[in-house]
């Protein structure tokens, strides 16, 4: 009798100290994505609501938000000025991604003029580049990166190999980190739809399956909200267009272990449609 309740008091002890370590290396973190929000001067529409999602985001008060491109409806100098006027006051870490909407040389402002007037607002995005990594925290590398054509609009997004190498290299040197990538156009779409895949996606997925530390790649574009996990564990989220009724965005919480974050399917991803 008295080894029963040694067995037993040493079985609920060992589960007691699992049960607390494990709550020791247990993290969390929540992060805000907005897409295709088509902002323009000459429409008070868009306006109105980006007003809106400021207050909603602010009592979300999520770690860092990140517009996921379009967030212009034509590519012109005063309405890119006019967004990140409409932003600037959101008191939230904030990043930029690039659309295809957004700046391109044939009929609209050059990708330079806009990341000029992007990093005059915007002092996260010190460095004036449209691929770019951030660090919100010690465990966690997040990054942008530009798919969209440099002439001329296009519904195609397309990744070069040189932004392939560049991701590859940095999944490489941080294999204990966990990676969060942001781009326009979906490696993963929601649905069919030829006109808007990405061109060299094959080359991009090959390079993936190489690492084991990518939890979710985001995305807008496809005016949808959907979410998929592929073979690798890779989260693949298509976010709503924030200017279409009901003007909606996503707030995205991950929960983590420490001791076993190396593996996209042992993280915990919530995602959460909000309406303003």
């Known amino acids: 009798m008295v080894m029963c309740r040694r067995i037993t008091y040493f079985i609920l002890m060992a589960l007691f100290l699992l049960f607390n370590s494990s709550s020791v290396f247990a993290k969390e973190f929540s992060f805000a994505q907005i897409s295709d929000v088509h902002y323009s001067l000459s429409d008070s529409y868009p306006a109105k609501y980006l007003y809106f999602l400021k207050s909603s985001i602010i009592k979300k008060n999520p770690d860092f938000v990140v517009f996921l491109g379009d967030n212009v409806a034509k590519s012109r100098e005063e309405d890119v000025i006019g967004f990140m006027q409409s932003i600037y006051s959101l008191r939230l870490p904030y990043y930029v991604v690039l659309g295809n909407t957004d700046a391109h040389k044939l009929s609209g402002i050059e ?42 609009p296009s519904k195609h997004g397309e990744i070069s190999d040189e932004q392939i190498a560049w ?110």
């Open 111 to 152: 990708k330079e003029i806009y990341l000029d007037i992007v990093t005059t607002f915007n002092h996260n995005q010190k460095e004036q580049e449209t691929d770019y990594y951030f660090q919100p925290n010690k465990d966690v590398i997040c990054v942008v990166l530009d798919v969209t054509p440099n002439f001329a």
């Open 167 to 276: 991701l590859d290299n940095l999944l490489s040197k941080n294999s204990k980190k966990m990676f969060f990538i942001f781009h326009h156009c979906p490696l993963v779409p929601p649905r069919v739809e030829y006109q808007l895949s990405m061109f060299n996606a094959e080359k991009y997925r090959e390079m993936l399956d190489k690492h084991s530390n990518v939890v979710l790649i985001s995305s807008g574009h496809y005016r949808q909200s959907a979410i998929s996990q592929d073979e690798k564990g890779i989260r693949h989220i298509s976010a709503p267009a924030f200017e279409e009724v009901p003007h909606s965005y996503q707030l995205i919480k991950v929960i983590y272990d420490k001791k076993r974050f190396r593996y996209p399917k042992n993280i915990e991803v919530l995602v959460e449609n909000v309406k303003v």
